[in-house]
């Protein structure tokens, strides 16, 4: 019995890191820089600040792929936060897709094109 419940608890303590470093939905349009870093994974401080001053400069994101103007961020960053960035408009999607951590989300499409492919 006590087997069990430290197998469990060891599980839980994995399993927690993951849970908290989830992306939240943002809106990459109106959020500031500290909301951005909290929200995104993989956004820290700086980059969400650069985020916010290519915005500045240049205009709201018209979709998500734009985020590749900034610098740091790559295909992988916007990949892994596609489900969790948010543009104007977004706003009723955010709902359905915040029961959903954006790294479960990727995890999920990744599987039906491999699936996909394999039946091809």
């Known amino acids: 019995m006590f ?23 943002v809106n990459i349009n109106q959020a500031d ?26 205009g709201p994101f018209k979709k998500a792929d734009d985020l590749h103007h900034v610098k740091g961020i790559g295909k992988a960053t916007i990949e892994r936060n596609r489900d969790a960035i948010l543009l104007d408009g977004d706003a009723a999607t955010a709902v359905a897709k915040a029961d959903v951590p954006a790294k479960a989300a990727h995890k999920k499409r990744k599987a039906a094109t491999v699936e996909a492919a394999a039946e091809e």
């Open 3 to 25: 087997n069990k419940i430290a197998a469990l608890a060891f599980a839980l303590t994995l399993a927690a890191p993951g849970l908290l470093f989830a992306a939240t939905p």
């Open 33 to 58: 820089a500290a909301t951005i870093a909290k929200s995104l994974d993989g956004i820290g401080q700086s980059r969400a600040q650069a985020i916010v001053d290519w915005r500045t400069a240049h």
